[in-house]
């Protein structure tokens, strides 16, 4: 009796460990199963790839452990994440960040995408440039101009008020602020129709001031220094051929545009040897009828001839719900495409099977590279190719907040495009319009709303190195802008480690 129980006893606890030995056994297997899927996933991320060294992975420590405070921030209160704030109520706080910090200071490479005309901040414009002698202001078509003259009355298109006299009327401060309103996107937009209304608007308000020449040279040489400040070497901007003036009536040719430009950007270089360079890409509004288009694809193609370095390629800007689609355009952009590149924007909308088409022709008629893409996640067969032929799209997320396309970034699709390591670069552009200036604010968003929390240095360097190779740089220029950057990398090193070590003391 005692033995059998003895048995009975020392049986069941055979069973018990062979079954808990089974279930420890299975969570083993299972942790082993979920480390390895999740490992598949991890190398495949962008900048996977790369091997840290030594010295970037103490850095990559430093940059994780200011990543991860921030995170834990918005991980215990969401209304804590500044990146999923609305950037105008979250930008202050964004120069606090420690993050932002450290992507400030590091060296980016190139902006690819900015149009030019909101590429400076908007306060050089309203504390700097309004305050200039000759400045005039009045409502044109319902719009409100500004424009440099010497005579107001030659351009009868309004009765033109001196912005002086403006301010004298308004006081300074109730002026500015008031000016500042018409230049900014910072309030919030019943629909994404009525953001790209004002959006319009701000381009028209400008676009004469701007066309002064003195203005204009002083404008290009401020917008490559606000870049410089925020560590970009090299930059890609969208325009027109703008005629400029002087103000006694002189007025500059289609040539001399490009001439003046060239050669604010060469006194820049001269003063900034670390800074490698400007190439324009051409931009028509997607609205127009084929003859002006036909017109204006010659004439970029005929100036292109002039200025071959200079002048990278094509693009069409506007709302992309509006006007016509790159395929009604196709038959023209078949034919300009033996002299020209295409850079089109494309997808930047949320409809489906609609709008977002545009991007299987932009990468259909070889696009080098493709504006925002954001549709193309749903399109699993465009995604493909497009990695095949190794077509980067270029990202600007806050864009696509102000604009109404995606308003918390944690959900924007280039979450997805990273982890498939589809290539991308970042953009700004239209940083004037919502109060930024440089790069930095847009890699900010993508670091920290879009890459995985272990993700570090090696998503950063990636997408520095990527802003050169997907450049419109030759494979010189390539050449010797990595050499350039690796030096500021190595600089950039050495110098987040100096700062550390102060800290720590
Ligand atoms: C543990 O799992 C492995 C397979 O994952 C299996 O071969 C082995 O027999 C298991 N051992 C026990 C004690 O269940
Ligand atoms: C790593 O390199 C391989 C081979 O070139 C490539 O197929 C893969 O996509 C790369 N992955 C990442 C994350 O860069
Ligand atoms: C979360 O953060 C917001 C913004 O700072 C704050 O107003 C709110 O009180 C916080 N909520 C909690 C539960 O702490
Ligand atoms: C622009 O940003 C600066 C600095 O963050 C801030 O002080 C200013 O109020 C902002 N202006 C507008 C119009 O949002
Ligand atoms: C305006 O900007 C120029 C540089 O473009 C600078 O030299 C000048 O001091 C600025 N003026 C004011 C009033 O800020
Ligand atoms: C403006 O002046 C031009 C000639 O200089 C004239 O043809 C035109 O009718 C005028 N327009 C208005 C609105 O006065
Ligand atoms: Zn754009």
Not at 259 to 278: L, N
Not at 414 to 423: E, G, I, K, Q, S
Not at 477 to 485: G, H, L, S, T, V
Not at 490 to 503: P, S
């Amino acid at each position: 009796m005692y033995k059998s129980v003895i048995a009975i006893v020392t049986l069941i606890l055979i069973i018990l460990s062979v079954v808990l030995a089974m279930l420890l056994n299975k969570s083993e297997d299972y942790c082993k199963k979920r480390d390895r899927l999740l490992a598949e996933e991890d190398s495949a991320f962008l900048g996977a790839n790369l091997t840290l060294t030594s010295t970037e992975l103490k850095v990559d420590k430093i940059l994780l452990e200011l990543k991860t405070t921030e995170l834990s921030l918005g991980y215990k209160n969401s209304s804590e994440f500044l990146p999923a704030l609305p950037f105008h109520r979250a930008k202050e706080r964004i120069d606090e960040s420690k993050v932002f910090g450290f992507i400030r200071k590091l060296p980016k490479g190139g902006s690819l995408h900015t149009h030019l005309l909101a590429a400076a901040s908007v306060d050089f414009l309203v504390k700097n440039i309004s305050y200039r002698d000759g400045l005039y202001g009045g409502e044109v078509n319902g719009v409100f101009k500004l424009k440099f003259m010497h005579d107001p009355l030659k351009d009868n298109r309004t009765k033109w008020t001196s912005v002086k006299d403006l301010r004298l009327q308004q006081g300074s401060q109730r002026f500015d602020q008031w000016l500042l309103e018409q230049l900014t996107l910072t309030q919030d937009f019943p629909s994404i129709e009525t953001a790209w209304t004002k959006f319009k608007r701000i381009f028209t308000t400008t676009y004469d001031l701007y066309s002064y020449k003195p203005v204009f040279q002083e404008y290009i040489q401020r917008v490559l220094q606000e870049l410089y400040d925020d560590n970009v070497m090299y930059t890609e901007l969208k325009g027109t051929i703008m005629i400029l003036y002087d103000l006694d009536g002189t007025t500059y040719s289609k040539q001399d545009f490009f001439r003046i430009f060239q050669a604010a950007v060469e006194e820049f270089k001269s003063s900034h040897p670390k800074f490698v360079g400007v190439r324009y890409i051409h931009s028509i509004y997607r609205g127009v009828d084929f003859d002006t288009l036909q017109q204006g694809l010659d004439e970029i193609i005929a100036m292109k001839k002039l200025f071959p370095d200079f002048v990278a390629g094509f693009d069409f800007v506007g709302f992309e719900e509006e006007g016509k689609t790159l395929l009604d355009y196709a038959p023209q952009l078949l034919q300009a495409q033996k002299y020209l590149r295409f850079f089109f924007h494309a997808g930047e909308s949320s409809w489906f099977g609609h709008t977002d088409l545009n991007l299987a022709d932009a990468l259909l008629l070889n696009s080098f590279r493709i504006g925002h893409g954001f549709a193309i996640t749903k399109h699993p067969k465009l995604l493909d190719f497009g990695k095949e032929h190794d077509i980067p799209l270029e990202i600007c997320p806050i864009s696509n907040q102000v604009l109404k396309l995606n308003e918390d970034p944690r959900n924007h699709p280039a979450a997805t495009l990273m982890a498939l390591n589809y290539p991308i670069v970042i953009g700004n552009d239209d940083p004037s319009i919502w109060n930024a200036t440089g790069l930095s604010y847009d890699w900010y968003v993508v670091f920290m709303a879009m890459t995985p929390k272990n993700k570090g240095l090696e998503v950063l360097k990636q997408l520095a190195i990527n802003s050169i190779r997907y450049s419109a740089m030759d494979k010189e220029e390539k050449n010797d802008a990595m050499k350039r950057w690796q030096q500021q990398w190595n600089n950039f090193l050495i110098d987040i480690l100096l700062q550390d070590d102060k800290r720590g003391l």
